[in-house]
């Protein structure tokens, strides 16, 4: 082989050039085609992993290339969304607007940030915002979507709060105002204006909250804060906000100045507005009109003073737990405590004579609405163990919105008892006294009418006519009087009687009264007419038969002179009492004597006309009094007279205890 180096000839240097050139050709070809591929990677890599949704779509309605992300946002394949005209997957709503959309780009127009809703795979609908670019060359649509859905979610929850905000702000009915940093009102909310009197025209951006303040008011309460505070606070702004910027609660009441002049109390509520990095730039006051509560607060002064003057005490509790919510000074006097301890207390505690659930059915007619109100008597137990007799009314109190309370008036009955012995005592002495006396005058009267009787019956022939009128007298006014001490030891037997009920059927009742006078109504031939249905009364009967028997006596008695005697006995009951009535055709009475007829020995009448002690309807009033009953007569002279008793039927089974 031939190594050394030769001459190269002209041709054979143009030909090396030659080749040279096109070699560095080929090798700067290479070199872009490098490039361009690794630039086609980028775009892939870009189009294949962009978190934004990119695409190329076709003016015939279609997608052409859709990146991974497509399928992440609207959860549908590739080949789905390549397959289907893309306005397909366009919310309803949004149709006509995308529509317009792809007219503006067919007709050359680029599209910056419109907005429009896909359907998703599960049947929601995400937001995108698009930016997009037609090539009219190729046909093609190259378009890039951002997925906004938790923006416009965010948008309309701050809408919500924006408008929330402003509708608080308009239809409050307290003062809200906003102020700078350095005390400039910046918002003046309708109820404000109302308030204040000032339009927000009038003080936003012009004016301070201290146009609303007495500046004694300012002055003292700074005076306070620096107490609290262990730091100088001077009088102006720096009073309202000192608490609120240290982020301590700034509530408090203030006395206002309305534009007029006027002054009114309120409560106002302070605010440090911060921005994101924690900085003050404003302050928010909320202020409430108290003047009712004021108002309120004095009424319940005074009820409350008032409460404290009486002699009675006043206890109120709750109705599930008995436990004291509020007691007079009287109440607290009573029993020894205070009031503090009092409200850690429950009524049975000062009631020991119950236990909670004896309490609680004692007072059930109350809770369960059956009863208005409720009277006893029971034992107060004072502080230092002394017990105190007490009376007690109680009524259940219910306010709306409000839980029901039990009010209790109760008041000392130490002297009222004390009395009750020694009636008691007396009552005793005098039933005693009674009996005795009644006994020591029957004996000598039964000696009197036997020794005229036996004078009539042995000596009648030896006597004149004047001295057996005068023995037969004696003999007749013996009789009254003993009748008169047995209708006085009936009068005085009622208050001491303990009675007893048991139910009973009214009409046979009367049936039987009057079967025991039917001698004496065969004999006088007294038209009868009994009108009675068959009533069931849980009720004294002794005392109802005493009652009845004496209007019945007394009706026959008075009616003998009538021609024909008419008796007439009837009896209806309605929602509340059972009437009867006893009607006659007798001599009647004036009607200006109704009163006087119940009183005891109160006669309308001579006694040698009609016979009798005076004492029949006494003994019947006092016995409806022990029944719970009352009685009532219509009457005209010489035409008849008719008495009502009214029984409740509320009250059949409750009797008056004996009367001292």
Not at 239 to 252: G, H, Q, S, W
Not at 391 to 420: C, G, H, W, Y
Not at 541 to 557: F, M, P, S, W, Y
Not at 619 to 644: D, M, P, R, W, Y
Request: charged share 25%; glycine share 4%.
């Amino acid at each position: 082989m031939d190594i050394k180096p030769k001459k190269l000839s002209e041709d054979q240097k143009l030909a090396l050039r030659a080749l040279g050139r096109q070699v560095m050709s080929l090798l700067e070809q290479r070199k872009k085609i490098n490039q361009f591929q690794e630039a086609q990677n980028q775009r892939d890599r870009l189009f294949n992993y962009a978190l934004d949704l990119y695409c190329i779509a076709g003016f015939d309605g279609y997608f052409k290339q859709i990146n991974p992300a497509w399928k992440r946002t609207l959860g549908r394949s590739n080949e789905e969304l390549l397959a289907k005209p893309y306005m397909e997957f366009i919310h309803p709503d949004d149709y006509e607007e995308t529509l317009n959309a792809f007219t503006t780009m067919k007709n050359g127009k680029n599209l910056l940030l419109f907005e429009n809703r896909h359907r998703c795979k599960n049947g929601s609908y995400r937001w995108l915002s698009w930016v997009a670019s037609p090539e009219f060359e190729e046909g093609l649509i190259f378009a890039v979507a951002r997925d906004v859905t938790s923006q416009k979610h965010a948008e309309k929850q701050l809408q919500k709060i924006t408008e929330l905000h402003r509708a608080i702000q308009e239809n409050a009915g307290y003062a809200i105002v906003s102020t700078s940093s350095e005390g400039v009102i910046t918002s003046f909310n309708p109820a404000a204006e109302h308030m204040f009197g000032y339009s927000a025209t009038e003080v936003v951006n012009l004016k301070t909250p201290a146009l609303f303040h007495k500046s004694s008011e300012v002055v003292a309460r700074a005076q306070e804060l620096s107490n609290e505070l262990s730091k100088t606070i001077t009088p102006g702004f720096e009073v309202f906000t000192a608490k609120a910027r240290l982020n301590l609660p700034c509530e408090d009441e203030w006395t206002y100045i309305r534009k007029d002049g006027t002054h009114f109390p309120v409560i106002l509520s302070i605010t440090a507005l911060r921005d994101e990095s924690g900085e003050i730039n404003g302050f928010l006051g909320i202020a409430i009109d108290i003047t009712e509560r004021k108002q309120m607060e004095r009424v319940l002064e005074q009820f409350k003073y008032t409460l404290d003057q009486t002699v009675d005490c006043v206890f109120i509790c709750d109705s599930k737990n008995f436990r004291f919510e509020y007691v007079n000074e009287g109440a607290k006097q009573q029993v020894g405590y205070s009031e503090a301890e009092l409200f850690e207390m429950t009524v049975p505690e000062i009631k020991t004579q119950y236990s909670l659930d004896e309490y609680r059915v004692l007072v059930q007619p109350l809770l369960d609405g059956n009863k208005p109100s409720l009277t006893f008597e029971t034992i107060h137990k004072h502080k230092s163990g002394q017990e105190i007799p007490v009376e007690v009314t109680m009524q259940l109190v219910r306010q709306e919105n409000e839980k029901p309370r039990l009010v209790a008036v109760v008041r000392d009955i130490s002297d009222r008892k004390r009395v009750e012995k020694l009636l008691r005592t007396k009552n005793e002495e005098l039933k005693s006294f009674a009996y005795t006396v009644s006994h020591d005058l029957k004996a000598p009267l039964r000696g009197i009418s036997g020794y005229g009787q036996e004078l009539i019956r042995r000596h009648q022939e030896g006597l004149s006519e004047r001295a057996q009128f005068c023995i037969e007298q004696i003999i007749t006014a013996s009789h009254n009087l003993d009748r008169l001490i047995e209708d006085l030891l009936i009068y005085s037997r009622v208050d001491s009687e303990m009675p007893t009920t048991t139910e009973i059927d009214l009409c046979v009742l009367i049936q039987g009264i009057m079967q025991d006078r039917s001698l004496v109504v065969t004999e006088r031939d007294i038209d009868v007419i009994i009108d009675v249905p068959a009533i069931k009364l849980k009720v004294w009967e002794r005392g109802l038969h005493q009652v009845l028997t004496n209007l019945i006596d007394n009706a026959i008695k008075y009616s003998c002179n009538a021609k024909p005697p008419r008796l007439s006995i009837s009896a209806k009951q309605t929602a509340t009492h059972c009437i009867i009535s006893v009607k006659d055709n007798g001599v009647g009475f004036n009607m200006k004597y109704h009163d006087r007829i119940f009183g005891l020995f109160n006669r309308l009448v001579r006694a040698d006309e009609f016979e009798g002690t005076g004492a029949g309807l006494a003994i019947v009033a006092k016995l409806l009094k022990k029944l719970n009953g009352k009685i009532h007569a219509e009457s005209k002279v010489e035409q008849g007279a008719t008495f009502f008793v009214e029984l409740p039927i509320s009250a059949m089974s409750v009797l008056r205890k004996p009367e001292l």
